[in-house]
């Protein structure tokens, strides 16, 4: 009896989360796309249209760091968060949520802190920094914003440990589009409860 082309892509979809998790826990790669696709050539299956989601490879991920690296991940998880409370109380006048895997909690090693800080002013955040002397390199991060496709500034500090924060800064309406959830942003306040917990 043949597999259901339904079964057969969802079977599909989640061996290549599973492979580009193991990749990402074990090769340091951080990007997904890159990770996915790399999955793909290695199972085979480089033709797909049925890449998993980003969501669906940090659920793999999570799953292989508790299985793989129990010893390890929660310390340097720990660290992560840590590293961005402390990032997120410096910036607590941008009033800063933190975003993508250092919350979900499938970061490891190599991964990056994510921060979204608000003001209107574009330039505040920029004297926020030269005024307290805070090192950072520049760049621009592009962002559906209220529909539209935008390109916002954003900076990237690095800690003596060798992490390092992005802080992308957007407009204070976006703080009100109502796009953020518990699982997805997290306050000052939720990341002091994750620590404790």
């Known amino acids: 009896m043949r597999k259901s082309p339904v ?3 969802d079977l599909m979809r989640a061996q290549l989360a599973h492979q580009a998790a193991k990749l990402m826990a074990e090769s340091g790669i951080t990007d997904h796309a890159f990770a996915k ?10 033709d797909t249209h049925h890449l998993p989601s980003n969501e669906e490879v940090d659920v793999a991920l999570q799953q292989y760091r508790a ?7 929660p310390s340097i998880l720990r660290a992560l968060r840590l590293e961005a409370l402390h990032n997120m109380q410096l910036f607590s006048e ?9 919350l979900s909690g499938s970061a490891g090693e190599y991964s990056d802190i994510n921060l979204m800080v608000f003001s209107d002013d574009v330039k505040a955040v920029l004297l926020f920094l030269l005024k307290n002397k805070v090192e950072f390199d520049s760049g621009e991060w592009r962002l559906r914003i209220n529909g539209r496709e935008e390109s916002v500034p ?6 003596e440990s060798g992490i390092q924060t ?3 800064v ?12 518990p699982q997805t942003h997290a306050d000052a306040v939720a990341v002091e ?3 404790a917990g």
Request: no cysteine; aromatic share 10%.
């Open 7 to 9: 079964l057969h892509r």
């Open 37 to 46: 696709r790399k999955a793909a050539r290695q199972l085979g299956a480089d």
């Open 67 to 73: 299985l793989y690296q129990p010893d390890d991940h």
């Open 94 to 102: 941008f009033r800063p949520y933190l975003t993508g895997s250092v």
């Open 154 to 159: 954003s900076y990237t500090l690095t800690a």
């Open 166 to 168: 992005h802080i992308v």
């Open 170 to 181: 957007l407009p204070e309406s976006a703080r009100f589009s109502g796009g953020r959830h």
């Open 193 to 195: 409860a994750l620590l």
